[in-house]
């Protein structure tokens, strides 16, 4: 069982930028499709970024242009860069192989709160 530690969730204001790390607890990057997830309060988890293993980025539309995942093979942690936020934004983000359906098996998240 590959354990996944997200962080650098938080408040920022409307506009802000925050960036989301993924450490995963071995080498998994090379092998399986990566994703960041969010789920809001009241609302189905999404999957709204995702990397191959190849390096192929695709985006849900409600992020498309403002967010950016990457990964760090030798560091096994994959990142959410995500710039231009909005209240919207709001919710717990995890990451997880991108998969469907969604994997079983969940770390704790990240909480990002977007609020002026």
């Known amino acids: 069982q590959v354990q996944l530690v997200e962080s650098g969730g938080g408040l920022v204001h409307p506009g802000g930028s925050l960036r989301l790390s993924c450490a995963a607890s071995?080498?998994?990057?090379?092998?399986?499709?990566m994703g960041w997830y969010r789920q809001a309060p009241g609302k189905q988890r999404e999957l709204v970024a995702r990397i191959t293993s190849g390096g192929r980025l695709n985006y849900a539309d409600s992020v498309k242009g403002r967010f950016t995942i990457s990964r760090d093979n030798a560091k096994n942690t994959v990142y959410l860069q995500m710039n231009s936020l909005k209240p919207e934004d709001t919710a717990v983000y995890y990451c997880?192989?991108?998969?469907?359906?969604?994997?079983?098996?969940w770390g704790q998240g990240t909480q990002v709160t977007v609020s002026s």
């Open positions: 997880n192989r991108a998969t469907s359906p969604f994997p079983t098996y």
């Open positions: 071995r080498s998994i990057l090379t092998i399986y499709e």
